[in-house]
């Protein structure tokens, strides 16, 4: 008896069957997950979801913490804004006064007035900025007109009009100034 040879086509379905049957063992082999490890993974879930609830939180109270301080600032520059025309009046009274004979007691009480509104100020955390001889800084300073002085440096303020303020790094009011060689 002759051993029959067997069609390429039946060959190749032989193969393919076997092909399934160990995919199929495989496939037996790889268990269910059990009961524990499918709460371990519920677990899991659940813990990253309240690391992740728990960032959002803390990023939250920080933004609402900083949102609190911005509104405090801006409405006390709104307030201290209404105040520095007093502030400049101050500045000029005491300014008039210097070198005149004027009786000691109106010197002495506009003195200790400005001396009242400078210790309010600070307190609020209110600076007041620009000196004669800074450099000019157009975020700071609102030249209001040029001159040349050989005295000072390129772009630097030779008069002060008005003082400029601040709270931090908000600008409440911009110094008016002039500046020198610009």
């Known amino acids: ?21 160990t995919t199929e063992k495989v496939v037996e082999e790889k268990k269910e997950p059990t009961a524990e490890e499918k709460l371990q993974e519920e677990l899991k879930a659940e813990k990253e979801k309240y690391i992740r609830l ?3 939180y803390d990023n939250y109270r920080k933004r609402t ?20 025309p007093m502030a400049d009046s101050m500045t000029n009274a005491l300014a008039q006064f210097e070198g005149k004979d004027v009786p000691e007691e109106f010197s002495k009480g506009i003195e200790l007035i400005a001396q009242q509104l400078k210790t309010c100020l600070e307190k609020l955390k209110v600076e007041a900025f620009c000196e004669v001889g800074d450099p000019f800084d157009p975020e700071l300073h ?4 040029m001159v040349e002085d050989e005295n000072l440096g390129e772009n630097t303020i030779s008069a002060v009009y008005q003082k400029g303020y601040k709270i931090g790094d908000k600008i409440i009011r911009h110094a008016m100034v002039v500046v020198a060689n610009a």
């Not at 900083?66 to 709104?78: C, G, P």
């Open 1 to 21: 008896m002759k051993k029959e040879k067997k069609k390429p086509e039946v060959e190749e379905a032989e193969q393919v069957t076997e092909a399934e049957e």
């Open 54 to 56: 728990f960032a959002e």
């Open 65 to 84: 913490s900083a949102e609190k301080l911005q509104i405090y600032d801006d409405a006390t520059a709104h307030a201290v804004k209404e105040l520095l």
């Open 142 to 145: 609102n030249a209001v007109s």
